[in-house]
T-cell receptor, first 114, second 113 residues
Framework: DAGVTQSPTHLIKTRGQHVTLRCSPI?????VSWYQQVLGQGPQFIFQ???????GRGNFPDRFSARQFPNYSSELNVNALLLGDSALYLC?????????????FGPGTRLTVT | QKEVEQNSGPLSVPEGAIASLNCTYS??????FFWYRQYSGKSPELIMS????GDKEDGRFTAQLNKASQYVSLLIRDSQPSDSATYLC?????????????FGKGTLLTVNP
């Protein structure tokens, strides 16, 4: 079975630009979460979507937005990029069925803002 | 106050030894606890989940949870060089925060041949 897929793998953007990152969850999983990981830190929660509805949002500015599509894939948008947005962006997929809360990460998108 | 704290590394153990990784958390309502392994330049990989007090064993890995002490640990028996990685402790909040994982900073483990 295919795992979580993310695209692109790497991305270089200039300050002020916007970026769209994409994620496809594991087949059968209806929940997608987005995390940001900067070097030397653990992942920080950005958003979670379940059945196309936003379930939670982390402490990130409104420049960050996301959505989930009918096929449960998701995209994360970041506007007005700042140097500090340079990070590994991780998508995690979960079943969210009864007593099953494990989240499985994709390979990530490495974003560099110059 | 940090929500999830892990023992500061790096941790270095010889091949074949037991590696012990520790984690404390502040949200007493937390329900689910996870250990992830992250190799350099890669994404986190789920290796253990634990939901109730006590021990949970999976191969060479044992996770231990003590909710009263707000403490979770991971033991790696017969450590191998391939276990060298950063280990991340993640906690899922209870109640209204049950949608997100809160991670510690991670502990870098090096297993020396």
């Amino acid at each position: 079975d295919a795992g979580v897929t993310q695209s692109p793998t790497h991305l270089i953007k200039t300050r002020g630009q916007h970026v769209t990152l994409r994620c496809s969850p594991i087949s059968g999983h209806k929940s997608v979460s987005w995390y940001q990981q900067v070097l030397g830190q653990g992942p920080q929660f950005i958003f979670q979507y379940y059945e196309k509805e936003e379930r939670g949002r982390g402490n990130f500015p409104d420049r960050f937005s996301a959505r989930q599509f009918p096929n449960y894939s998701s995209e994360l948008n970041v506007n007005a990029l700042l140097l500090g947005d340079s990070a590994l962006y991780l998508c995690a997929s979960s079943l969210l069925a009864l007593n099953s809360y494990e989240q499985y990460f994709g390979p990530g998108t490495r974003l560099t803002v110059t | 106050q940090k929500e999830v704290e892990q023992n500061s590394g790096p941790l270095s153990v010889p091949e074949g030894a037991i590696a012990s990784l520790n984690c404390t958390y502040s949200d007493r309502g937390s329900q689910s606890f996870f250990w992830y392994r992250q190799y350099s330049g890669k994404s986190p990989e789920l290796i253990m989940s634990i939901y109730s007090n006590g021990d949970k064993e999976d191969g060479r890995f044992t996770a231990q949870l003590n909710k009263a002490s707000q403490y979770v640990s991971l033991l790696i028996r017969d450590s191998q060089p391939s276990d060298s990685a950063t280990y991340l402790c993640a906690v899922q909040g209870g109640g209204g925060s049950n949608y997100k994982l809160t991670f510690g900073k991670g502990t870098l483990l090096t297993v020396n041949p």
